[in-house]
C-alpha cells in the first residue's frame, strides 16, 4: 500500500528556510517521478517542484525558482524540498505526490506558514 508522509513544516519569518521531507513506501521508489504540490485555503492545489526517478531531471513553478530545491535519495526512498527565501505567500499546505498510472497518491500534507 503507497504511504506517503510529509514533515518538516513550521513556522517561519520571511527570508528564512525550512527542509521538507517525504518518506516514501508502498511502491518501488526509484522508478517514479516525484512531485510537491501546495495548496494555499481557498486556491487551486498547484505544481511546486517535480523530480525524474534519478534526480538528472527537474521542473519548478516559477514562483519558487532560484529559491528551492527538489531532491531525493532513492536509497532512503525520501524526496525533499529545501526552501529558502521565503516569502508570506509561499505559506501553504505542502503535499508530497505520486502517480501511478490513473492513480494520485497524497501525503496528508505538511504546513508552512512564513510570518513575520
Known amino acids: 500500500q503507497v504511504q506517503l508522509v510529509e514533515s518538516g513544516g513550521g513556522l517561519v519569518q520571511p527570508g528564512g528556510s525550512l527542509r521538507l521531507s517525504c518518506a516514501a513506501s508502498?511502491?518501488?521508489?526509484?522508478?517514479?517521478?516525484m512531485s510537491w504540490y501546495r495548496q494555499i485555503p481557498g486556491k487551486e492545489r498547484e505544481l511546486v517542484a517535480r523530480?525524474?526517478?534519478?534526480?538528472?531531471?527537474?521542473e519548478y513553478a516559477d514562483s519558487v525558482k532560484s529559491r528551492f530545491t527538489i531532491s531525493r535519495d532513492n536509497a532512503k526512498s525520501t524526496v525533499t524540498l529545501q526552501m529558502n527565501s521565503l516569502k508570506p505567500e509561499d505559506t501553504a499546505v505542502y503535499y508530497c505526490?505520486?502517480?501511478?498510472?490513473?492513480?494520485?497518491?497524497w501525503g496528508q500534507g505538511t504546513q508552512v506558514t512564513v510570518s513575520s
Open positions: 505526490k505520486l502517480k501511478i498510472g490513473p492513480t494520485d497518491y
Open positions: 508502498g511502491f518501488t521508489f526509484s522508478s517514479r517521478a
Open positions: 523530480i525524474s526517478p534519478f534526480g538528472g531531471s527537474r
